[in-house]
């Protein structure tokens, strides 16, 4: 049995990241996942803190907010940059990547009147996500001409969060290829996502629909 288990959705959602820290890692946990329907059901059984997953349980201890326990476990596992330079460099692509989705749950689930929802789907990929793209773009470009990953020699969680990026975009935006005129951005996700236990990873994960 592993020592840590992962509480979430049966979705990809903000838990997501920290599944994939744990398959760059090559760590084992559990991966429990909530039907939507049973929510209101097992909710009230999990002891939540604040009321929301994803949840993490390791040595006692429930921890909560997804960034936070990416975080956490990215530098147990030494993915979060090998200086506290690369760690504050590796924190800016993570919280960008983050403001980039804020916006999306808006139209995806929030917003029921189907016109409305479609303006705004149309706001946000006519208007915000081309700004916020090609910023991550020159920031990537900054490293290596963005042949590399985005922080340093190695990969990062930063770069595992941009994989994520791109497979939300994909999910709840409708987007089938998302950072197609940003090949900076396309060549990372094709180099994380051929990483050996990465690949493992996206190979065996279900497929969701957020």
């Not at 930063?158 to 935006?173: F, G, N, P, W, Y």
Request: with cysteine; aromatic share 10%.
């Amino acid at each position: 049995m592993s020592e840590y288990k992962l509480t979430y959705f049966d979705g990809q959602g903000k838990a997501e990241i920290i599944r994939l820290i744990f398959a760059a890692a090559g760590v084992d946990y559990e991966d429990i996942r909530i039907p939507r329907e049973k929510w209101p059901e097992v909710k009230p059984t999990l002891g939540l803190p604040m009321g929301q997953v994803p949840i993490l349980e390791y040595q006692g201890h429930k921890l909560f907010q997804s960034l936070a326990i990416s975080r956490f476990l990215a530098k147990k596992f030494g993915l979060a940059g090998k200086t506290e330079w690369e760690e504050v460099k590796v924190d800016i692509v993570v919280d960008t990547a983050d403001d980039i989705l804020k916006p999306v749950p808006q139209f995806f689930r929030v917003e029921k009147d189907e016109k409305k929802k479609e303006e705004l789907r149309n706001t946000y990929i006519q208007e915000t996500l081309p700004n916020f793209l090609k910023n991550l773009e020159n920031i990537l470009k900054s490293q290596n001409n963005g042949d590399g990953f985005f922080v340093g020699d190695s990969l990062t969680w930063a770069d595992l969060q941009i994989l994520v990026l791109c497979s939300r975009l994909e999910l709840m935006v409708k987007l089938t290829n998302p950072f197609g005129e940003y090949p900076k951005l396309k060549g990372l996700v094709e180099r994380v996502s051929a990483v050996p236990k990465v690949a493992a990873w996206l190979a065996k994960r279900p497929k969701t629909s957020f």
